[in-house]
């Protein structure tokens, strides 16, 4: 089995900043793509960020110039720097990983538990 971990989360004054973790762990031969997601009360889960295993990235408009996604392969963690916090970046953060679970083996999408994040004004 695959679990993700997240860490990190809580509560911020707006204009703050937050750093996010998640560990995957268990039966892992190789991770393609990470990245992060957030679901806010009443909306449907959107795209925060994602980062493949080379290091190409992608952010949500709303995010650019304020989040930064890094990872490390080594650990199989990736990482959400986030600063300039808004009111409307409360929500519930998880993290996501496609996972080859063994050599020749399809990439499966993973998710983590999830980690609230608040900004307060």
């Known amino acids: 089995q695959v679990h993700l971990v997240e860490s990190g989360g809580g509560l911020v004054q707006a204009g703050g900043s937050l750093r996010l973790s998640c560990a995957a762990s268990?039966?892992?031969?190789?991770?393609?793509?990470m990245g992060w997601y957030r679901q806010a009360p009443g909306k449907q889960r959107e795209l925060v960020a994602t980062?493949?295993?080379?290091?190409?990235?992608n952010y949500a408009d709303s995010v650019k110039g304020r989040f930064t996604i890094s990872r490390d392969n080594a650990k199989n963690t990736v990482y959400l720097q986030m600063s300039g916090l808004k009111s409307e970046d409360t929500a519930v953060y998880y993290c996501?990983?496609?996972?080859?679970?063994?050599?020749?083996?399809?990439?499966?999408?993973?998710w983590g538990q999830g980690t609230q994040v608040t900004v307060s004004l």
């Open positions: 980062i493949t295993r080379a290091g190409s990235i």
């Open positions: 268990g039966s892992i031969f190789s991770i393609n793509a």
């Open positions: 996501h990983a496609d996972v080859q679970e063994a050599r020749g083996y399809q990439y499966t999408g993973r």
